[in-house]
């Protein structure tokens, strides 16, 4: 786990990029942690870009538990998907590879 300094150092060299973010129109974003070992789950979070994304799930206690070096990967989720294929109850929480797999067959987009 990052000390919180460092954490706060990071988002303070990110703070021009999510004042970027900020300024587009939010939209559904797919997250996906994964370390070396594996896939660690998935999140579906309302954010601006990957940045406003990934403080949104920090936000909302979704990759706490992870340990060591994690990679995220982002990217927006198109509103006929979100509409047809993702109901409200898999959204901003963390996802399961079995709920990834099962209930939005692999990937929700």
Do not use: D
Not at 51 to 68: W, Y
Not at 71 to 82: A, L, W
């Amino acid at each position: 786990m990052r000390p919180v300094t460092s954490v706060a150092k990071l988002e303070r060299r990110r703070a021009p990029q999510i004042a970027q973010e900020r300024c587009r129109r939010g939209q559904w974003h797919w997250l996906s942690f994964a370390n070396r070992y594996g896939f660690l789950g998935g999140a579906i979070v309302w954010a601006h870009g990957v940045e406003t994304a990934v403080l949104r799930a920090r936000e909302l206690q979704i990759s706490r538990g992870f340990r060591g070096e994690v990679e995220i990967f982002c990217e927006p989720i198109p509103t006929r998907v979100m509409k047809a294929h993702i109901p409200a109850e898999l959204r901003n929480r963390l996802l399961s590879e079995t709920e990834v797999m099962e209930r939005l067959r692999g990937c929700p987009i």
